[in-house]
């Protein structure tokens, strides 16, 4: 049975009464009818199926974990209870987070565990919540087993599996440092106001604003020879600052991804084969909104897309990909 589908609430409701152990993806107001049961479920209504991607909100998306794990948990954690998180998690296995964006919780995991060298010791993956875009609402979590909705917690599913399986965390993305000027900035935040730019103290935006950056290309660092993404957010340009949708680090040098000229075509090329090993999956907003996400251009993987996605750190326009192995 395929483990990531999109589901109707009542089909969910039946799966959950039946004991299964599920991650659910929904908008926020159907989250909130699901009965209790063994799941974790974050608000995300964009998905990617077999006709593409699309604004759903009416179906629900889960990854039915049942078959494929040993044993469980479930637990939510405060923003201060988040290295307790980690001492939670099982020897064999991997950890499912969900976290709702703009929150103490997502900054606190993203500033202070993504530098606490334990968080590599298991696999640990997930995503942002959040809402459809544009609109007012709070992104949310639910912890099934109690029902319980958080705006301000993150919600875990400490997953633990045969002696003879492990986990592995892959992702997916198509961008790469550019040749330009190296950016560093004053302080960890998701928030600034200036920067280095080859050494050089600005103002960012105005740096962003007098060389005509397109801010739909993130900023990209070398973390320890790993290319990650963050994504510019928000330019506010009455209080001359520029909000990011991960943190960026004072240690980190960035510079500006390269331009592509066919980001789905470099998608594709990117993209490995979706083998039987394959668990979970999930994507990016910004590569739905910026790639042709209305297409069906990832080759048989399913999932929701995100607000943030979760390999260890807090990435951006990035794919996410765990797939469970035999020794």
């Given at each position: 049975?395929?483990?990531?589908?999109?589901?109707?609430?009542?089909?969910?409701?039946?799966?959950?009464?039946?004991?299964?152990?599920?991650?659910?993806?929904?908008?926020?107001?159907?989250?909130?009818?699901?009965?209790k049961g063994n799941w974790i479920g974050g608000s995300i209504p964009y998905f990617m199926t077999e006709e593409g991607g699309a604004l759903n909100r009416e179906q629900v998306f889960v990854t039915d974990l049942t078959t494929e794990i040993q044993d469980f948990s479930i637990q939510a954690y405060g923003a201060q209870e988040l290295e307790q998180m980690l001492d939670d998690r099982p020897e064999n296995g991997f950890s499912y987070l969900l976290m709702p964006a703009f929150q103490e919780v997502q900054a606190n995991y993203a500033l202070q565990i993504s530098q606490n060298p334990k968080l590599f010791d298991v696999p640990t993956l997930g995503w942002v919540t959040g809402i459809v875009w544009g609109e007012a609402a709070q992104p949310l979590v639910v912890n099934g087993q109690d029902g319980a909705v958080y705006t301000d917690q993150l919600v875990a599913l400490h997953a633990q599996l045969a002696a003879e399986q492990y986990a592995e965390l892959s992702i997916v993305n198509i961008y790469e440092q550019n040749d330009g000027p190296n950016i560093q900035f004053l302080e960890d935040g998701y928030q600034v106001e200036d920067c280095l730019i080859d050494g050089e103290k600005q103002n960012f935006l105005s740096y962003l604003q007098e060389h005509q950056i397109d801010m739909e290309y993130p900023l990209v660092g070398d973390f320890g020879g790993a290319q990650l993404n963050t994504s510019i957010y928000q330019a506010e340009e009455a209080a001359t600052t520029v909000s990011f949708a991960a943190p960026v680090f004072q240690s980190q040098t960035y510079r500006f991804a390269k331009t592509i000229e066919n980001r789905q075509a470099a998608f594709k090329a990117k993209l490995p084969p979706k083998t039987e090993t394959t668990l979970v999956a999930y994507n990016c907003i910004a590569n739905f909104m910026q790639l042709g996400g209305e297409e069906n251009y990832t080759k048989g993987y399913h999932y929701p897309f995100t607000f943030g996605e979760i390999a260890y750190l807090v990435l951006n326009q990035t794919m996410v990909i765990l797939d469970v192995k035999t020794e």
């Open positions: 049975m395929n483990k990531n589908q999109l589901i109707s609430q009542k089909t969910c409701a039946e799966w959950i009464e039946q004991g299964r152990t599920l991650v659910v993806a929904a908008d926020g107001p159907i989250l909130k009818t699901l009965p």
